[in-house]
T-cell receptor, first 110, second 113 residues
Framework: SQTIHQWPATLVQPVGSPLSLECTVE??????LYWYRQAAGRGLQLLFY??????ISSEVPQNLSASRPQDRQFILSSKKLLLSDSGFYLC?????????FGEGSWLTVV | QKEVEQNSGPLSVPEGAIASLNCTYS??????FFWYRQYSGKSPELIMS????GDKEDGRFTAQLNKASQYVSLLIRDSQPSDSATYLC?????????????FGTGTLLAVQP
């Protein structure tokens, strides 16, 4: 069966510091991968999605970037965090047209 | 107008009752519809998907879709305190593409023991 792992689970970062969140999927090959953000009291916002290695589409302009160095690895990064980057970040993968989420990463920028 | 709308709640029901959660969407060409459950502080988990008009049942859960009226609902029979969570409705608006999946902001369900 397929599983998705995401880390770290929680982190507190100062404004202006870099960010790296990592996600890996097991049990499948060539998955579509996604990064979502859920801010407090708001809905899920799609940040990036990828259909293959090195193929990244950005849905909204922002202070973040994504990379897919391997088929089942997806990384979310920032060079300098802003306070507004705080939120719950979710990696996800899809099979057919259904999306499944990882455990999520809570980011607090202080 | 929001693309996917849900009443934020909280919807409070007594244990054993039927909980009815509703969702409306704006894009008539929407094709795939999903319900996710999200416990506080956790990630969303898929409960059901529905693609055709009518009802789809899975255990205590029934999803209902009415494309003419542009709404989708989730019924939870014999509600349990463990069903207390936020329920997210999600809709694809173009050809079922997952990158076009739009989420509502969710309805908070509270099942009272």
């Amino acid at each position: 069966s397929q599983t998705i792992h995401q880390w770290p689970a929680t982190l507190v970062q100062p404004v202006g510091s870099p960010l790296s969140l990592e996600c890996t999927v097991e049990g499948t090959s060539n998955p579509n991968l996604y990064w979502y953000r859920q801010a407090a009291g708001r809905g899920l916002q799609l940040l990036f999605y990828s259909v293959g290695i090195g193929q990244i589409s950005s849905e909204v302009p922002q202070n973040l970037s994504a990379s897919r160095p391997q088929d089942r690895q997806f990384i979310l990064s920032s060079k300098k965090l802003l306070l507004s980057d705080s939120g719950f970040y979710l990696c996800a993968w899809s099979v057919l047209n259904t999306i499944y989420f990882g455990e999520g990463s809570w980011l607090t920028v202080v | 107008q929001k693309e996917v709308e849900q009443n934020s709640g909280p919807l409070s029901v007594p244990e054993g009752a039927i909980a009815s959660l509703n969702c409306t969407y704006s894009d008539r060409v929407s094709q795939s519809f999903f319900w996710y459950r999200q416990y506080s502080g956790k990630s969303p988990e898929l409960i059901m998907s529905i693609y055709s008009n009518g009802d789809k049942e899975d255990g205590r859960f029934t999803a209902q879709l009415n494309k003419a009226s542009q709404y989708v609902s989730l019924l939870i029979r014999d509600s349990q305190p463990s069903d207390s969570a936020t329920y997210l409705c999600a809709v694809t608006n173009i050809g079922g593409a997952t990158n076009k999946l739009i989420f509502g902001t969710g309805t908070l369900l509270a099942v009272q023991p």
